[in-house]
């Protein structure tokens, strides 16, 4: 009498589940509709300056700071945010007149400049508006970033930011810093909204 055979299925190994490329697509899927709700509650948008509205080379000359360079395509996007009722601030750890200068032709009311603690002027920023921090969307692009995007409900960052950056972000522009990432960030949100009206004021 021949041994009876093992049944293949009491014999193969356990599958493991939640794993494997349609699991990690699944993932990445939720991911993305998550960035979206909290884009499309974003009432205030505040940028870094130097390596997200400039690509963050700073150019010095003997008397200081002489020029930085900014990509119309991201003054653009700023007026979009603004004719769509959105709050638009800048918020940096450097101080300069090139910035102000930059924020004036843009009609950006509220710079803060020379900001070493960067949560710090946001709490100051939040209450005086009356934002709350989930409504308020933040583009970074280094560690002095970190803080902040960890703060607001919609945290972005520019295409070369730093990693830790890009892994706390809820999304990532692929335009790199002064090269179009924040026009890109201001058609998302704005995208965003049109998508998901009834997140509008949460």
């Known amino acids: 009498m021949k041994p009876r055979r093992k049944s293949s299925a009491a014999s193969a190994p356990a599958?493991?589940?939640?794993?494997?490329?349609?699991?990690?697509?699944?993932?990445?899927?939720?991911?993305?509709?998550?960035?979206?709700?909290?884009?499309?509650?974003?009432?205030?948008?505040?940028?870094?300056v130097d390596g997200v509205l400039t690509d963050g080379r700073l150019y010095m000359s003997a008397g200081g700071e002489a020029l930085k360079v900014f990509d119309v395509r991201d003054g653009h996007g700023v007026r979009l945010l603004r004719e769509a009722g959105l709050g638009v601030a800048l918020l940096s750890s450097r101080a300069s007149a090139i910035v102000e200068r930059r924020a004036s032709e843009l009609d950006i009311d509220t710079v803060l400049q020379g900001e070493r603690d960067k949560l710090a002027a946001l709490e100051r920023l939040l209450a005086a508006s009356g934002v709350a921090a989930a409504e308020c969307a933040y583009m970074g692009d280094?560690?002095?970033?970190?803080?902040?995007?960890?703060?607001v409900g919609f945290a972005a960052a520019v295409g070369d930011a730093a990693l830790e950056v890009r892994r706390?972000?809820?999304?990532?522009?692929?335009?790199d810093g002064g090269r179009g990432a924040v026009r890109a960030l201001a058609e998302y949100v704005l995208r965003c909204r049109q998508r998901h009206p009834g997140q509008l004021g949460v």
């Open 142 to 151: 280094d560690w002095p970033d970190l803080p902040v995007m960890a703060r």
């Open 15 to 48: 599958r493991s589940v939640g794993r494997g490329p349609a699991s990690a697509l699944t993932r990445s899927v939720g991911r993305a509709a998550e960035a979206g709700l909290r884009a499309a509650r974003v009432r205030l948008v505040v940028l870094d």
């Open 168 to 175: 706390a972000a809820h999304w990532i522009a692929q335009a």
